[in-house]
């Protein structure tokens, strides 16, 4: 149905309707998990270049 020249019935429209909304709520709640990820992972990326430092062969002198 999706793509085509296909209408929708008044009971689809509101089927429809309703599942778009469901479907932005998701959405909604998805960006709202991923939002602070880029700068976790840059604060862990940050601690393992620290770490790292620590085991170069310049330290061991």
């Known amino acids: 149905v999706l793509?085509?020249?296909?209408?929708?019935?008044?009971n689809e429209k509101c089927?429809?309707?309703?599942l778009v909304e469901s479907m932005k709520q998701e959405l909604s709640s998805l960006d709202q998990v991923l939002l602070p990820l880029p700068a976790k992972r840059e604060k862990?990326?940050?601690?393992?270049?620290?770490?790292e430092?620590?085991?170069t062969p310049?330290?061991?002198l």
């Open 53 to 55: 430092a620590l085991l």
């Open 3 to 10: 793509g085509t020249n296909y209408t929708a019935s008044d």
């Open 58 to 60: 310049a330290r061991r």
């Open 15 to 18: 089927s429809v309707k309703y």
């Open 44 to 51: 862990l990326n940050a601690k393992i270049l620290a770490h």
